[in-house]
């Protein structure tokens, strides 16, 4: 098993491949997305975006993957697009985070006791990265759950999400399925939360409402203090 490289927050998450996740480019598709990225937005980030927040944390979401005009520009998970706006919200309220927007990976957010990464770690053409993108990242993730410590409870935000988080700990799907505020005791006694994803077309749908997601937060708070 490699060895993860760096482990400040905003750090890379692991060395899969052999490289710092900030050097990868396993993926051909994504990797040519990404010049395409840089050649069209000079000022954008356009890279694999790391995982952002406590380095210890008591909560670790896990989304999708960046977000072109979003995580993608900034260099910071769910920022500086309409995904971020609930969550951060959200996150502000229940006291992880020290703001309720995040802007820029230099606005001095600071996030306490959560942690923030995603599935992918590179912008996919229209938000929809492939199966075999998804297990190349996998690894990655795989490192970033097996660095945190054992009471970390895991919220997964989309049914992607949900799955590579599954995929990570060698879990098969069946016996986790995946539904809006459920939560899964997972064999290693850490507990796996599902949301819908916080994206533009779920929330602008109310498919997830700012009560339902808070409702969410609202069960794993609860959850934690349960032994
Ligand atoms: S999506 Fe993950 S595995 Fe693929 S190139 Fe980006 S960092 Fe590497």
Redesign the pocket.
């Known amino acids: 098993m490699p060895a993860i490289l760096a482990k400040n927050a905003g750090r890379d998450a692991g060395a899969?491949?052999n490289m710092p996740?900030s050097d990868?480019?396993?993926?051909p598709r994504?990797?040519t997305f990404?010049a395409e990225s840089r050649a069209r937005y000079p000022g954008y980030f356009c890279r694999?975006v790391p995982a952002f927040g406590d380095d210890h944390p008591r909560l670790l979401i896990v989304g999708l993957?960046p977000g072109l005009h979003g995580a993608n520009r900034t260099g910071r998970p769910f920022t500086g697009d309409h995904a971020g706006v609930l969550l951060y919200e959200t996150l502000h309220a229940f006291g992880y985070a020290s703001r309720p927007v995040s802007v820029a990976a230099d606005d001095g957010l600071i996030l306490s006791g959560c942690r923030i990464s995603n599935a992918?770690?590179?912008v996919?053409p229209e938000n929809k990265?492939e199966t075999g993108?998804i297990k190349?990242?996998n690894?990655?993730l795989k490192e970033e759950l097996a660095a945190l410590p054992d009471a970390t409870a895991i919220l997964a935000l989309g049914l992607v999400a949900h799955k590579a988080v599954l995929m990570a700990l060698g879990l098969k799907l069946s016996a986790y399925p995946f539904a809006h505020d459920a939560a899964h005791v997972l064999p290693d006694g850490r507990r796996l939360h599902d949301s819908y994803h916080c994206s533009r077309y779920n929330t602008q749908t109310r498919r997830l409402t700012a009560e339902m997601f808070r409702a969410v937060f609202q069960r794993i708070q609860e959850d934690s203090t349960c032994p």
């Open positions: 899969t491949h996740l990868c480019t396993a993926c994504l990797a990404l694999p993957a992918v770690k590179c996919p990265p993108e190349r990242c690894a990655y």
